[in-house]
């Protein structure tokens, strides 16, 4: 049986550099690999020219994949690490809003409502008394 191993996971590696980790390509991958085997057991000979005159030269399956993807091109997967960063910030803002307002009713509960001191005098005026009794 020939297994051109080596020619078969140069052109593997060409592609994932071709690539270069823009979208998450191991799925991908697995199954060109297992295509690529599958096609080297039909076939006596097998080079690197051999492959991509069948599949393709490794930039283009790359530019096929990502095309493919297009939730991951790099516009795109900038504004979502760009949203995400937002939306963490929104949620550390809310969450430090909420501490603070937990703390501050823990406060208000420990503390004991002021009790008044201090006497208030009413003095009435007595009938036929003197003006120093007033």
């Known amino acids: 049986m020939y297994t051109p191993n080596q020619e078969i996971e140069q052109y593997l590696h060409q592609i994932e550099t071709a690539i270069y980790h823009l979208a998450e390509s191991d799925d991908f991958i697995d199954g060109l690999r297992q295509q690529l085997y599958d096609y080297a057991e039909a076939h006596t000979t097998l080079s690197i020219s051999t492959l991509v005159k069948e599949f393709g030269t490794p930039e283009e399956v790359a530019a096929d994949f990502l095309e493919t993807r ?13 949203r995400g960063w937002i939306k963490t910030i929104i949620i550390l803002i809310l969450a430090v809003i909420v501490i603070g307002e937990i703390l501050h009713l823990r406060d208000l509960r420990s503390q004991k409502q002021a009790m008044a001191t201090d006497v208030i005098t009413i003095y009435e005026p007595v009938e036929g008394g003197t003006d120093g009794e007033t």
């Open 70 to 82: 297009s939730a991951l091109k790099p516009k795109k997967v900038a504004k979502s690490r760009q």
